[in-house]
């Protein structure tokens, strides 16, 4: 392998490293007790607060894990053995939380949707009314599929029935709108290398000041030790409560991390979430020419994943076998139930530009021979 060779990353996660972070894992080392980390972790916790618009007496912080870790930390802290947690899925991550859950020998309520389909609020209604669980979970963008699913509207019914409400914010957050508050969402959590283009590594999450007093009211102590979102804040917390010794953080990561969401605030969420349309409008656009297809119906269609439909006899091994060797060029197939049947293009952070998008147009007019491709995507797709 040439460790130096470019690779353009057009998957769902992980996503280019914008080069504000990829400097800041330069900076030179400090303890993880610094006082400078300490100060740098606040400016986090102040930025984590404006991305996840949380609303007043929440716990923000970084886990030292992916954005599994954020997943399997939120169950943890919010559910006792026994407890009922009435999971929506309609996808590989929400039959994740379904393993997950029942691991942790709480009291699971799935409700599946099939595939590709959106997600039925009334049938929500109807099982959170009927078995007035503790918590209700949902994936926000279901990186499996491509679809965006309701979470103001879930988050409604939670506050009905008196539940806890987490979502999964991987593909969403920092890229598109996001309101914890608004939305009445009590735990969310995204990995580093997705919508924030930050190395692998860390999961930011977020505690409504609602979650972190259940998690205070527990008859039991949270299973693992590891995740404790108490022993976290004894890290976090700022004063005497806090400043303490948990685990020895990755430095480089918060730092990179750290920088990543300051470029995310500062370009600001609508810009973010334009590029995400234009550059995944303008991709359909052209290769509708070519015979993919669009797997999602616009309503329920995430911006953030495209997934596309292959055109009829397209070796899907193949050729995005020969995308990556002789181009350059990563693109991930379908996953679980749409292996082998779709693309899934990623649109997150720094995914989402035009040259990139461009260079899978040229290298497809070769492929496929349709010399028009990259004329017809930058006739859409004008964004920098
Ligand atoms: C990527 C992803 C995860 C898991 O994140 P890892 O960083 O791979 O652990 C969870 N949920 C969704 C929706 C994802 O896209």
């Keep these: 392998m040439d460790k130096h060779q470019e690779v353009t990353l057009l998957i769902p996660g992980p996503t280019p490293i914008h ?63 026994g407890e009922k947690v009435l999971i929506i899925s309609n996808g590989v991550f929400g039959e994740r939380m379904i393993e997950m859950c029942e691991r942790l020998a709480a009291n699971v309520i799935p409700l599946r949707f099939s595939h590709a389909q959106e997600v039925d609020i ?19 963008g279901e990186t ?6 309701p979470v103001a509207e879930i988050g409604e019914i939670a506050a009905e029935v008196g539940a806890l409400f987490s979502v999964d914010a991987v593909t969403t957050v920092g890229m598109l709108e996001f309101d914890m508050a608004a939305w009445g969402v009590d735990y969310a959590y995204t990995g580093s290398q997705k919508c924030l283009s930050a190395p692998p590594g860390l999961a930011p999450v977020a505690f409504s000041e609602r979650a972190m ?36 953080i990755p430095v480089q990561l918060h730092w990179a991390t750290g920088e990543a969401i300051r470029v995310a605030l500062s370009e600001g969420i609508a810009e973010r979430s334009h590029r995400a349309h234009f550059v995944g409008e303008a991709t ?43 181009y350059f060029i990563s693109v991930t197939g379908g996953l679980g139930a749409t292996a082998g049947k779709i693309w899934r293009l990623g649109l997150m952070g720094e995914n989402a530009r035009p040259r990139y998008y461009h260079r899978l147009m040229v290298a497809l007019a070769e492929i496929l021979d349709a010399p ?3 004329k017809l995507f930058d006739e859409v797709c004008t964004v920098a």
Aim: charged share 20%; aromatic share 8%; net charge neutral.
């Design 372 to 374: 028009e491709l990259p």
């Design 144 to 149: 499996s599929t491509g679809v965006l699913n």
């Design 213 to 248: 007093q259940a998690i205070a009211a527990r008859k039991t102590k949270v299973s693992t030790w590891y995740s404790d979102a108490l022993g976290m804040e004894a890290y976090w917390a700022v004063g005497a409560k806090g400043r303490k010794y948990h685990h020895t």
């Design 19 to 81: 080069p504000a972070a990829l400097a800041a894992m330069q900076w030179p080392m400090r303890s993880h007790m610094d006082a400078d980390i300490f100060a740098y972790n606040d400016q986090i916790v102040a930025d984590l607060h404006l991305l996840y618009k949380t609303g007043p007496g929440a716990f923000v912080s970084l886990l030292s894990g992916t954005g599994s870790l954020g997943m399997e930390a939120g169950f943890a802290n919010l559910l006792e053995p």
């Design 284 to 326: 359909l656009k052209a290769l509708s020419t070519v015979g993919f297809g669009a797997f999602i119906p616009e309503k329920f269609r995430l911006p953030t994943v495209l997934a596309v439909t292959l055109p009829e006899g397209l070796d899907d091994a193949k050729v995005r076998q020969e995308l990556r060797s002789k």
């Design 122 to 140: 009334e049938a929500v209604r109807n099982i959170a009314f009927e078995t007035s669980p503790k918590l209700i979970a949902m994936v926000h």
